[in-house]
Nanobody, 126 residues
Framework: QFELAEYGGGLVQPGGSLRLSCAAS????????IGWFRRAPGKEREAVAC??????????NYVDSVKGRFTVSRDDTTNTVNLQMTSLKPEDTAVYYC?????????????????WGPGTQVTVSS
């Protein structure tokens, strides 16, 4: 199997922005659905966003709480999937993970993702 790694986590003030990146050590990321998940303190793991399909036909999904604030995209030239986060709120504080897998009708099921990165901490605080 291949390895995934997340980059870009850190501390940001409420209302600020942060961009996370997901890179794979092997294979091209566009061959898989790439999901972003997060685990906030005291909460269950939550699916945040997902990107799937080819560069000619790409599908993105978002959980309602981040829609309009987060944008997931894929850069084929760098083999990277990005999660651009804006208007960040304290409740966005969590460890964020990217994962590769296959999705069907349900994109947010973590059981559909079989390769996970180690996670990166995002803290939104003043």
């Amino acid at each position: 199997q291949f390895e995934l790694a997340e980059y870009g986590g850190g501390l940001v003030q409420p209302g600020g922005s942060l961009r996370l990146s997901c890179a794979a050590s092997r294979f091209t990321l566009d061959a898989y659905a790439i999901g972003w998940f997060r685990r906030a303190p005291g909460k269950e793991r939550e699916a945040v966003a997902c990107i799937s399909g080819s560069s000619m036909s790409t599908t993105t999904n978002y959980v309602d709480s981040v829609k309009g604030r987060f944008t997931v995209s894929r850069d084929d030239t760098t083999n990277t999937v990005n999660l651009q986060m804006t208007s960040l709120k304290p409740e966005d504080t969590a460890v964020y993970y990217c994962a590769a897998g296959r999705i069907g009708d349900t994109w947010a099921d973590p059981r559909l993702f079989y390769s996970w990165g180690p996670g990166t901490q995002v803290t939104v605080s003043s």
